[in-house]
């Protein structure tokens, strides 16, 4: 109890920091903040480092002093407010602002939002001068450490050298107490983790939005809220359930699944956790303030209605995935829960950010409006979300009858046609919804929104009436006798009724924007025929039919043990990213008759200025995707319902088909997409074709992944060279349509001015390394992939080093990674010009992934009864770690030199593969901060041995990759800017050591709920862990884009490391490195308040 209570009171003393921030005055928050460290180093008898903190409280409140007399005007931006601008009727266009906020502070070159706000040397010198306002660096002139007199140059770098001081003196100071509470047996009683559960992971979320609206970037708030949410779901889901929201708990409360009086305790822990959240965030981004109103034109009507519709969806997606019977079986629960849930937020948050500002929680409405004490907005906000809460339990009783009547569910149990046609309109109502929204909204990412909003929805109903939501996709499984005739019929009428209610609706907020004089109508886009509309219609909605019937109808492998489809919605939604952004500039990228005819609908309903176009467009458009769903299933019939004789046949046939789509999606995005989000779109292709004909012919779709099986023995040799085959004639048919399509433009593959080609062959190395390797650990590793427990998780690794390799090395080489993709690309020369070059440096990279493969998985060789017993040894261990922190550095450091626009976004895809990868070998910590948390949270997970070995392997390693980095940079296009380890411009150093404090913390807590915790006992039928490495990835994607103008988004000692060293400056490293690897400690104790069952079973 004296532990318990230490540890408790250490945190209340934090509380009482961050709650002191609330009033705005950043400078007694952080004063508080110091004094509450005395108090524990006093507790713990730390004389000196009781001196030491002395001396910081000193420095710091000198500083502080100065903080005090900074007025400026509260911040306006809310958590959706956007400008508009003049956008295509495209549902995958790319004009437009984001439907998630920008903070009013942001620079005007936009660049100091991005992930790695790594102030150039000419920000950091003016950051360094003493401001007139006030700042940090205040404090070091009235000590009298630089002087007017003294040379600039020399004063500037000792003012910034002796301003890391005292957070380094604080962060040193909580390292050491907290080491004391992490090593502490300290366990809270289960009964009360539970709360503390929903209060964290609350605080996390509200944490994430008000960072994101006072400093994130506006393209991509939204992505990483959904991913915040998502993480903390799943890793406080065995323990609450992950409401995380009062309109989620009065949902389960109307549905039975929560008792009455644990939704009002719900709602108090999850009030506090907002409110605490948001005080945080003021005082890191003080003197703003978040706000909460609704975004001009729009009047308080219009916010409320889109907080019911996307709150209503939020929990109707709870209320399926989570607490369905049908979905959750006591024995085989599903593992893609929070995946849907979070996602809700991506379909919502750019679909009426621009309205609302998008908060569908009443938690995070009264924090947004902390200002007013949740009494001005927020309070009304809060009331609409309850009743959006309250309309989900009623539809979710509509459509499971069977789960809410009160008697026994039998797993039999089939929807009638009335409960299944309710299915299809309530999901072709939000996807349509969706798409509508984000054209009238300006939304630069409606194809990434509308592949949320029906991968959401597909999870919540695929087994009520199978979730088509396309008359496409309904013809597609009529054809394949997935769907009788009657049902697919009354489908299609209900699914196209569907589609004009939600563009009337749609229409009703074009009338009321700042766009209502543009007509937004179903047309080809400007510059493209209607015959090249309807072929780029045809072969994406192909591709979208072609993967529901490949991976939502077909049996399921013998090697899977559970009953449950992890990856179904994510494959059929990523279609829509594939399609709407690679052809969102031809046709609009509809691959949907219902979304064909809401669109129609809409520029009825509120036609603009110009005069609409006539209604042949969209008959056209009708026809040639209903066209698109019968080619998917004539194709489907012989790829994968052929007689055994042709198997042969049909894997090459998918080899074929997957190879072409993948290489047609790169030429459209190339030509005509966003460089924002091509590498997005160009990954969910490949994710979704893996996932298609990997049962058939295991989707190598690529002559460097079928080397590299052939190199392990994964392939044999003959099978290799007929793959080439299929795989260059795919690439090249592909080359010769796009081309045809996109007359006379053409794609040009060479390297990317002013780099030489030298460093484009070494990125296209690395990163088909990179790939190669995924695949070879995901896919053909057997102890990733027992006889009889194969992973789910295989193609959503593969597709996403696409991700991580296209943002990073995209503005160096082109990032093909594939030879069918260059030759393709280079299809005016015939592939000899720099394609067979790109193709040799690529089959290379395979040859290095296969010799890696087999050093960290020397086990490969064994039998199945010794695989049971293989224990990796440490060497092999190590280099593991080694190699996958050197990949996140890598990414990250070359999205920072290069100015990538989604900086955090590709790191984490970059984590997320490598942790997948590697998991099963070293753990895949790649961070020291991750180490320090599993070795201190203890129960056997990694020894102190292995942590010192894993954390100087981890350093070396982004030390390594630091220079690297700096090969690029010297060669690249801003070689003359240094990219430096430092706050944000405004922001201080105790800002960023608070700022990469949480969200380390956040990250190493992610790592022990969901990759060391050992879950409920008969639960799930299989041991694969599908959310893992996707949720620690995500980690990055929320902290990474919410802080990234405050201190970087670095959360990882190897990556400060990394950057440190490309920009030969140790500068504040230390100051960084220590609060980040308090972030880590804490999270050790943060386990032990909200999963104490783990430490009894560790101790029993």
Known sequence: MVASARTLGALALFAAALVAAGSGDGSRARTCASEGCQALAADTRADSAEYLLQLSVHNLQNSSASLTGNSSSDSSSTVGSSAKSATDTTSGGAAGAAGASASARRSASGKASVVGHLAPDHVARDHAKI??????????????????????????ASQVARATWPPIVIGAVMLCTLLGFAMAPAVLPAALAKYVAEFLGTFVLVLTVSNCVLGGNPVWNATAIACSLMVMIYATGAVSGGNLNPAVSLALGLT??????????????????????????????????????????????????????????????????????????????????????????????????????????????????????????????????????????????????????????????????????????????????????????????????????LMCMIYSLGNVSGAHFNPAVTVACVCRGACGVKDGVAYALVQTIAGCCAGLVAGVFHAASSNKDITYALKPGAGYTFSA???????????????????????????????????????????????????????????????????????????????????????????????????????????????????????????????????????????????????????AVLMVMIYSTGPVSGGNLNPAVSLSLGLTGGLPWPKVFQYWVAQLLAGAAA?????????????????????????????????TCMLCFVVLNCAASK???????????????????????????????????????????????????????WALAEMLGAAMAAALYRAVRPDEKLSDDQLDAYEPSLSTKCLSEFLGTFMLVLTVGLNVVMASPAVAWSAAASLMCMIYSLGNVSGGHFNPAVTLAVVTSGRGKCSRRDGIAYTAVQLF??????????????????????????????????????????????????????????????????KQNFQFALCIGSCVTAGGFAIGSVSGGELNPAVAVGISTQALSLGSLVCFVLWELCGGLISSIALRLTHPGEFTQAKA
């Open 256 to 453: 039975g699944n929560l008792e009455l009086i644990e939704v009002i305790k719900y709602w108090v822990a999850q009030i506090l956790g907002g409110l605490a959240a948001a005080a945080v965030a003021c005082s890191i981004h003080a003197p703003n303030m978040v706000s909460l109103a609704p975004v001009a034109p729009f009047s308080g009507s219009h916010a409320m209605v889109v907080e019911v519709i996307y709150t209503f969806m939020l929990c109707f997606v709870v209320l399926n995935c989570a607490a369905s019977k049908q979905n959750n079986s006591p024995t085989d629960g599903n593992q893609f829960f929070a995946l849907a849930i979070g996602f809700v937020i991506v379909a919502g948050g750019y679909a009426v950010g621009g309205i609302s500002g998008a908060a569908f929680n009443p938690a995070v409405a009264i924090a947004l409006d902390v200002k007013h004490a949740g009494f001005s907005w927020g309070i009304w906000y809060g009331l609409f979300e309850l009743i959006g809460g309250a309309l989900a339990a009623l539809l979710y009783r509509i459509v499971r009858p069977a789960e809410t009547s009160g008697g026994e569910f039998s797993s039999d149990y089939q929807a009638t046609l009335p409960t299944k046609l309710m299915s299809e309109f309530l999901g072709a109502f939000m996807l349509v919804i969706t798409v509508g929204l984000n054209i009238v909204t300006g939304s630069t990412a409606t194809a990434f929104s509308a592949a949320a909003s």
């Open 957 to 1022: 390693a982004g030390f390594v990759a630091g220079l690297v980095t700096k090969l690029f940079h010297s060669a690249g296009p801003d070689s003359e800017t240094k990219h430096l380890l430092q706050p944000g411009e405004g922001h201080s150093f105790i800002d960023a050591g608070l700022a990469e404090f949480f969200f380390t913390a956040v990250l190493a807590y992610i790592v022990l709920a969901v990759a060391t915790t050992t879950p409920e006992p008969g639960t799930l039928k299989t």
């Open 533 to 683: 509309a309807c072929f780029a219609e045809l072969f994406f909605t192909f591709v979208l039919a072609y993967t529901v019937l490949a991976t939502a109808t077909i049996a399921k492998p013998s090697s899977q043990p559970t009953s449950q489809n992890f990856y179904f919605g994510l494959s059929i939604g990523s279609c829509v990213t594939a399609g709407g952004f690679a052809i969102g500039a031809v046709s609009g990228g509809e691959l949907n008759p219902a979304v064909s005819a809401g669109i129609a609908m809409l520029g009825t309903m509120s036609p603009g200025s110009d005069p609409l176009p006539p209604y042949t467009y969209l008959v056209g458009f009708i026809l040639v995707e209903l066209l698109g769903g019968l080619c998917a299933a004539a194709v489907f019939r012989f790829s994968h319902q052929s007689p055994a004789a042709s198997n042969e046949a049909a894997a090459l046939v998918c080899e074929f088909v997957g190879t072409f789509a993948l290489v047609f999606t790169v030429g459209c995005c190339v030509i005509s997409g966003s460089s924002t989000w091509n590498a997005t779109a160009i990954a």
């Open 735 to 767: 080359g010769g349509a796009y081309v045809a399509l996109f007359a006379p433009k053409t794609a040009t593959l060479a390297p990317v001015t002013p780099f030489s080609w030298p460093y484009a062959l070494l990125a296209e190395a690395i990163y």
């Open 131 to 156: 401001p007139e306002s006030g700042d940090a660096t205040v404090a070091v002139a009235q000590v009298g450490v630089a002087t007017a007199a003294a040379e600039a140059s020399a004063a500037e």
């Open 783 to 837: 102890r990733n992939n027992p006889r009889m427990d194969g992973n789910q998780f295989f193609a959503l690794a593969i597709g996403f080093v696409i991700i991580a390799g296209g943002y990073a090395a995209g503005n160096i080489s082109g990032a093909c990674f594939n030879p069918s993709v260059a030759l393709g690309v280079d299809i005016k020369h015939v592939g000899f010009h720099w394609g067979i070059v």
